[in-house]
């Protein structure tokens, strides 16, 4: 695990363009969120799902991750039909969804200008995926929504990259203990082109619990 961990911060404005960009949108958006998104579930999760970033008119407007995003249609229902939602559909901060023992995050917690963080804003903002998953038992699943938060979750655990490439439906045991689980992101533009189909992502959601299953039975 990297040794630079800290606690979310909600007011954070450590990346300039990032921090810079928000002002721009809050002017524009006078309703959104536009700050920091922290992230969403339980405390100590049995799935622990980190995304990329917030997106312009979901999670940067709602202030809940994947919340009101196109990537969070088919990953809330999924999260639903697998048994870690109470409800299919995530729209607002008050609309009832709670998460059965699943944490959602992003690797970057700001919305970035055209969904694209840089390298400096990943690993500036990678010390609060450190303290994430400092919180998150040994035993949880880690899910990597894409090839960024596969590498920022590699480098939050201080591992290698070319030990553990990133392969959609693979599952890594990691040497520091902690299991993860590759998909291709839920985004707007994968599941247009069927890169990524409903059926695909559920196989994921059927992966992930059985992880979990083999991962509580180990003493
Ligand atoms: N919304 C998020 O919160 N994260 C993503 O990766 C995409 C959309």
């Known amino acids: 695990m990297s040794e630079n961990s800290s606690v979310f911060d909600p007011n954070c404005t450590a990346c ?3 921090s810079d960009f928000l002002i721009k949108i809050r002017l524009k958006f006078a309703h ?3 700050r920091p998104v922290s992230s969403f579930g339980v405390k100590n999760p049995k799935l622990l799902i ?3 970033a917030p997106g312009l008119h979901g999670a940067n407007a709602t202030g809940r991750p994947f919340t009101g995003d196109h990537a969070g249609i088919i990953l809330y229902k999924m999260l639903y039909e697998h048994g870690f939602s109470n409800k299919e559909v995530s729209t607002h901060l008050k609309d009832g969804m709670k998460l059965k023992d699943c944490q959602i995050t992003n690797a970057v917690k ?3 200008p055209e969904n694209k963080p840089t390298g400096d804003e990943i690993t ?3 010390s609060y995926l450190v303290e994430e998953l400092k919180s998150t038992d040994k035993k949880a699943v880690i899910l990597c929504l894409g090839l960024i938060s596969h590498k920022a ?3 939050a655990l201080s591992l ?3 030990t553990y490439p990133f392969k959609h439906g693979i599952s890594y045991s990691l040497d520091d203990g902690h299991t993860i689980v590759d998909s291709y992101h839920c985004s707007r533009y994968n599941t247009n082109t069927r890169r990524l189909t409903e059926e695909m992502f559920s196989d994921i959601f059927i992966l992930i619990k059985s992880q979990i299953d083999l991962n509580s039975n180990v003493v």
């Open 50 to 52: 980190v995304g990329l």
């Open 32 to 34: 959104y969120h536009s």
């Open 160 to 162: 290698k990259q070319s």
């Open 153 to 155: 979750v590699l480098k």
């Open 16 to 18: 300039p363009r990032l």
């Open 110 to 112: 700001c919305l970035p």
């Open 124 to 126: 500036t903002c990678n």
